[in-house]
C-alpha cells in the first residue's frame, strides 16, 4: 500500500527565505512522487515529479525536490521565496498497478511575509 | 489549448437530493480520474476510467455514488441520497495515459454543499 505524510500543515515563511516543505512516503513498490501547487480557486498544478533516473528534480518555478529511498522522503526547497508562492502545496505518490491514480498527503499551506 | 473543466463550479443541495458533476477532459486524453477533496485534506481517490470504462472505482465510498463516461470523453459522476458527508470539492482529472509516472491535469473542482 501506498500513504504520504507531510509534516507540518502550515508553513511561514518571510520573502527571500528559504522554503522548505517536507514529504515522507510509504510504497510497496518503486515509488513514483510528484508535488502540486494548488492556487486559491484555481486547479493543482504539476510543480515537479520523480519516476526514475536523477534523484534531484528541478520544476517550475524554482523549486526542486530530492528523492532519498533510505529516509523516504521528498521534501520540496525553494531558495528563496516569492509572495507570489503562497500556496497549499500537495505530495502525492503513485499507486501500485497500472492505474495511475494518486494518494496525497494532507497537503501544507505556504504562508509569505513581506 | 483548453484544459479541464468542470461544472458547475459551485452546488448546494438538500440532504437526500440527487446531484451530477460533469467533467470535461482534455481533448485526447484517455484516462480521467475523480477525487474527493474535504475541507483540510489532501484529494482523495475515488475512480479511473481509461476510456470508456470504469477500470478501477474502489475509492467510491457507497454505492450512492457512480460515475459514466459513455463515449470516452465528458464524464459525469453522479450521487444519490446525498448526505450532509458528502459535501465537498470534488475533482477531475484527465492524462494522455494511465501510466504511473503520467502527469494529471486538473480542473478547477466543483465544490457541493449538502444542507
Known amino acids: 500500500a501506498q500513504s504520504v505524510t507531510q509534516l507540518g500543515s502550515h508553513v511561514s515563511v518571510s520573502e527571500g527565505a528559504l522554503v522548505l516543505l517536507r514529504c515522507n512516503y510509504s510504497s510497496s513498490v518503486p515509488p513514483y512522487l510528484f508535488w502540486y501547487v494548488q492556487y486559491p480557486n484555481q486547479g493543482l498544478q504539476l510543480l515537479l515529479k520523480y519516476t526514475t533516473g536523477a534523484t534531484l528534480v528541478k520544476g517550475i518555478n524554482g523549486f526542486e525536490a530530492e528523492f532519498k529511498k533510505s529516509e523516504t522522503s521528498f521534501h520540496l526547497t525553494k531558495p528563496s521565496a516569492h509572495m507570489s508562492d503562497a500556496a497549499e502545496y500537495f505530495c502525492a505518490v503513485s499507486g501500485s498497478g497500472n492505474t495511475g491514480k494518486l494518494i496525497f498527503g494532507q497537503g501544507t499551506t505556504l504562508q509569505v511575509k513581506p | 489549448g483548453a484544459g479541464v473543466s468542470q461544472t458547475p463550479s459551485n452546488k448546494v443541495t438538500e440532504k437526500g437530493k440527487y446531484v451530477e458533476l460533469r467533467c470535461d477532459p482534455i481533448s485526447g486524453h484517455t484516462a480521467l480520474y475523480w477525487y474527493r477533496q474535504s475541507l483540510g485534506q489532501g484529494p482523495e481517490f475515488l475512480i479511473y476510467?481509461?476510456?470508456?470504462?470504469?477500470?478501477?472505482d474502489s475509492g467510491l465510498p457507497n454505492d450512492r455514488f457512480f460515475a459514466v463516461r459513455p463515449e470516452g470523453s465528458v464524464s459525469t459522476l453522479k450521487i444519490q441520497r446525498t448526505e450532509r458527508g458528502d459535501s465537498a470539492v470534488y475533482l477531475c482529472?484527465?492524462?494522455?495515459?494511465?501510466?504511473?509516472?503520467?502527469?494529471?491535469?486538473f480542473g478547477p473542482g466543483t465544490r457541493l454543499t449538502v444542507l
Open positions: 482529472a484527465s492524462s494522455p495515459g494511465s501510466l504511473r509516472g503520467n502527469e494529471q491535469f
Open positions: 476510467f481509461q476510456g470508456t470504462g470504469a477500470a478501477d
